[in-house]
């Protein structure tokens, strides 16, 4: 069964510096990952998805991601952090055939000045 | 632009009463998924369709929920009867097979 962790509940970092949000993820078969941002009170909205083409996949707002096969990882990358990236982040993976979402706990990032 | 939409946006109301949250996908998507949201539990798949016919509900308790599409336009999660622990944001999303999903604003569900 598919299923996805993220490795920190919280991120802190500074406006200007980068980046990064981990998740390992579990698949019997090649996956589908995705990454999604929920700001406060809003929907979720779609980063960037892996769906087996490129390894290093580019997103929206400057975020991309890198798919691992042999680490098991798609971690989120931003090389500068903008006060508005401040939201929660979700990695997602896509069970096999049936499409099935299966999200992570979610890590929420906080920008400071 | 399309977009998936969701009914009311916010509803409050009394342990015991009915609730219906509607959805209306993006026009062509074959796939719709009903998720709830609250602090303790994260996301929470409760229910998802394929063209329609519903493909898993095991994360819905059947006893007081249910979800069904009474056509490709309309996808309904009801509530009956409500309880305080169903309190919640849920979310509704729609997607192509194999895609990724569109997630609507959510319905914030308050039951006193």
């Known amino acids: 069964a598919q299923s996805v962790t993220q490795l920190d509940s919280h991120v802190s970092v500074s406006e200007g510096t980068p980046v990064l949000l981990r998740c390992n993820y579990s698949?019997?078969?090649?996956?589908?990952l995705f990454w999604y941002v929920q700001h406060p009170n809003k929907g979720l909205q779609l980063l960037l998805k892996?769906?087996?083409?490129?390894?290093l996949v580019k997103g929206i707002n400057g975020f991309e991601a890198e798919f691992k096969k042999s680490e098991t990882s798609f971690h989120l990358t931003k090389p500068s952090a903008h006060m508005s990236d401040a939201a929660e982040y979700f990695c997602?993976?896509?069970?096999?055939?049936?499409?099935?979402?299966?999200f992570g706990a979610g890590t929420r990032l906080a920008v400071h000045p | 632009d399309a977009r998936v939409t969701q009914t009311p946006r916010h509803k409050v109301t009394e342990m015991g009463q009915e609730v219906t949250m509607r959805c209306q996908p993006i026009?062509?998507?074959?796939?719709v998924f009903w998720y709830r949201q609250t602090m303790m539990q994260g996301l929470e798949l409760l229910a998802y369709?394929?063209?329609?016919?519903?493909?898993?509900d095991s994360g819905m308790p059947k006893d007081r929920f249910s979800a069904e599409m009474p056509d490709a336009t309309l996808a309904t999660l009801k509530i009956q009867p409500s309880e305080p622990r169903d309190s919640a944001v849920y979310f509704c999303?729609?997607?192509?097979?194999?895609?990724?999903?569109?997630f609507g604003q959510g319905t914030r569900l308050t039951v006193v």
């Open positions: 369709f394929r063209n329609r016919a519903p493909l898993d």
């Open positions: 999303a729609s997607g192509e097979f194999l895609a990724e999903a569109f």
């Open positions: 892996y769906t087996s083409a490129a390894t």
């Open positions: 698949s019997s078969y090649s996956p589908s």
């Open positions: 997602v993976v896509s069970q096999g055939g049936y499409n099935k979402l299966i």
């Open positions: 026009l062509g998507h074959n796939t």
